[in-house]
Nanobody, 120 residues
Framework: QVQLVESGGGLVQAGGSLELSCQAS????????MGWYRQAPGKERELVAT???????NYADSVKGRFTISRGDAKNTVYLQMNSLKPEDTAVYYC??????????????WGQGTQVTVSS
């Protein structure tokens, strides 16, 4: 079983910064991609940023130029540096991992979520 533990959420004023961290543990054969999604009240979960095993990066248009996703040296950790935060960035942020637990079984794993609140 794979566990994802997030940290770094909180309350910040508009224009401020936060960094989210997510560490994966458990039985992971191969990590295909890691990333961050968010869900605001009354809205569907949406992609924020992802990074794959080849180093490819993908960002939502709404966060380009403000957020930066990166992997840790151990490759089982992913970070999200969020700068110039806006009230519309307020949401629960979820860490996601796509990987293989063995040679054949590909799965999606999710963290429990961390709240980010940006005040105006």
């Amino acid at each position: 079983q794979v566990q994802l533990v997030e940290s770094g959420g909180g309350l910040v004023q508009a224009g401020g910064s936060l960094e989210l961290s997510c560490q994966a543990s458990g039985s992971i054969f191969t990590i295909v991609a890691m990333g961050w999604y968010r869900q605001a009240p009354g809205k569907e979960r949406e992609l924020v940023a992802t990074t794959n095993s080849g180093g490819g990066l993908n960002y939502a248009d709404s966060v380009k130029g403000r957020f930066t996703i990166s992997r840790g040296d151990a490759k089982n950790t992913v970070y999200l540096q969020m700068n110039s935060l806006k009230p519309e960035d307020t949401a629960v942020y979820y860490c996601n991992l796509v990987g293989y637990s063995d040679y054949f079984t590909r799965s999606d794993y999710w963290g429990q979520g961390t709240q980010v609140t940006v005040s105006s």
